[in-house]
């Protein structure tokens, strides 16, 4: 079981950044993924971007292309979600996951065993 901690969120005017941290007690499979989701009222847990602890590689949904940047410090065992331009859009309660399933879509909330509390990014106009 691996714990989560996420920091980093706040209030910001829209066109501003946030930069998300998610502390893991221990990345507990090196070829395994961790990611990023966000769920506002109403709506459903969306992924927001992944990354692969192994190789690095990164999956981000669509409306967030070209503005945030999720990045890992291994030695650190720490996530990172580097989000600029912010849109009111973005406002939500933000997730860390990790300890990812094999076979299952990154961006997807059955990917995962492991969750963070959630840290609450709001965007105003």
């Known amino acids: 079981q691996v714990q989560l901690v996420e920091s980093g969120g706040g209030s910001v005017q829209a066109g501003g950044s946030l930069r998300l941290s998610c502390a893991a007690s221990d990345f507990t499979s090196g070829s395994g993924y961790m990611a990023w989701f966000r769920q506002a009222p109403g709506k459903e847990r969306e992924g927001v971007a992944a990354i692969s602890l192994r190789s690095g590689s990164t999956y981000y949904t669509d409306s967030v292309k070209g503005r945030f940047t999720i990045s890992r410090d291994n030695a650190k065992n720490t996530i990172f979600l580097q989000m600029n331009s912010l849109k009111p859009e973005d406002t939500a309660m933000y997730y860390c996951?990790?300890?990812?399933?094999?076979?299952?879509?990154?961006?997807?909330?059955?990917?995962?065993?492991?969750w963070g509390q959630g840290t609450q990014v709001t965007v105003s106009s």
């Open positions: 996951a990790a300890h990812s399933r094999y076979g299952l879509e990154v961006l997807t909330p059955p990917a995962y065993r492991s």
